[in-house]
């Protein structure tokens, strides 16, 4: 840290670690007293571009289908109405930890690979996680992204079969969209599509789609799903797969049975992208031990935090790293305060985060109908088209992006706890 600055170092570039950084430069850090030194916000990504991941499981399927600039923007320009020396952005990957000396090991993600190490005066870990196809995250460059959506149109233009594993909601929207890429969308009178070109198998690996949401909206799914030639199987799980002579894949299920297919996709749930950190930080499955009330990660001194799909708290979705933003940015903002004040911690209860547990959740299926819910109340196909069917949510990626999602500083009453 160069002598009068006080680095907030966000790690990851994406929904939780944007909004950590938009909240803390619009509502806290301005307020914060100068004398202390000067408060940065140093935003670490493998890459400089932010990638909205929820548009994947359509915009992997081609420019066409949703061209890039609506799903890949240059982080910068999302940080260009603050002062230039208010944030600065390193293009690299968090390696190591060293709490005790507060410094983050960082490696750049350029042909150099060389590695730096970056002094916090606090931390924000939003490293988020990795579904099981590269094609659902970027864990690095933007390059990789690409390469891995090229790679997976080549093999779906050739496809004849094709297996998905995981009755979530990308396994739903994934199979909705090759469904109707592949064999259209079914005639006026009829319940099948008049083109079959692949057989494509949905395997839910339990007893029924969307298991969070009521049955009723699994079926609806699943009714939407046959309609595209997509067919569902429920109570088995497949346990590995390996590569045939031929090159297709070869997939063996939990009953010992196996299939040969052209593809398979694993959508059956994400990683924490938590290596790099100390054993003793994460939990047994790789979330950060992280303070599922405050965000703040108690085990690694002050000002630790966790946010997002990292940390652990709330349900690994950007609705609930809507809420989890104002909660764990204002407890960063007030540990600032109480420590430019010499105290060592905020005077007054902390700023609890609550995970809105109401039926919610929003499921395209090809691209005119679809399932879901919002806050218990079961949504119309229409709804759920014209929610996030049309555009997969890009039109809502500015905000992110620009943080104008968080323009507002959101109110909160302290929590007699
Ligand atoms: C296919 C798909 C569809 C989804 N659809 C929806 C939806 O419709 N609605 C919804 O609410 N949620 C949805 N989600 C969930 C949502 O996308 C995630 O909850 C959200 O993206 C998590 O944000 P995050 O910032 O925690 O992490 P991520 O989005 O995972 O981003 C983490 C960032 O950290 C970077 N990073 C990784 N490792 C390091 C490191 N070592 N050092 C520095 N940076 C690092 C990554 O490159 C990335 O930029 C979907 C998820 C998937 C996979």
Known sequence: ?????????????????????????????????????????????????????????????????IPSEKYLFDLKEGFKEYPPDS?????????????????????????????????????????GSRAQESWYHQSGTTEEVKASFADYQNR??????????????????????????KNGSP????????????????YSGGERLLPTLRPAIGQTAELFLRRLGVDVVHGLRFTSTSKAANGKTVVTFSDGSTKEVDIFINATGVTPNSEWLPSELRDAKGFVKTNKQTHRVD???????????VSGVGNRTAMCINDAVPAASTNIGRDLEAAAKGLAKPEGPDRIFKLNEKETMVV????????????GTRLPSFAVWLI??????????????????????????????
Not at 101 to 122: E, K
Not at 364 to 375: F, H, L, Q, R
């Open 156 to 181: 779906v233009k050739d496809a004849k079969s094709v297996i998905i594993s995981g009755g979530g909601p990308v396994g739903v929207e994934t199979a909705g969209e090759l469904g109707e890429l």
């Open 87 to 127: 944030i600065d952005f390193v293009k690299g990957k968090a390696i190591s930890l060293e709490y005790e000396s507060c410094t983050v090991t960082v490696q750049a993600t350029d042909r150099s690979n060389t590695t730096s190490q970056i002094p916090y005066y606090a931390l924000v870990i939003a490293t």
């Open 299 to 309: 085990d690694a001194g002050p000002r630790v935090y966790a946010v997002g799909d």
């Open 1 to 65: 840290m160069a002598s009068g600055e006080l680095n907030i170092v966000v790690l990851g570039g994406s929904a939780a670690g944007l909004g950590v950084s938009h909240y803390l430069l619009k509502h806290y850090i301005p307020k914060l007293p100068k004398d202390n030194g000067r408060y940065k916000i140093i935003l670490v990504n493998p890459s400089e571009k932010f990638f909205f991941r929820i548009a994947s499981p359509r915009a992997s399927l081609g420019e066409k289908h």
């Open 187 to 202: 005639g006026w009178f009829s319940s099948t599509p008049a083109h079959k070109t692949t057989d494509i198998t949905l």
């Open 388 to 417: 996030k069917g049309r555009d997969y949510l890009t039109s809502l990626a500015g905000g992110t992006l620009d943080g104008s999602s968080f323009k507002k500083e959101s109110k909160w009453t302290p929590d007699v706890v």
């Open 364 to 375: 395209p299926v090809g691209k005119s109908k679809g399932v879901g819910a919002y806050n």
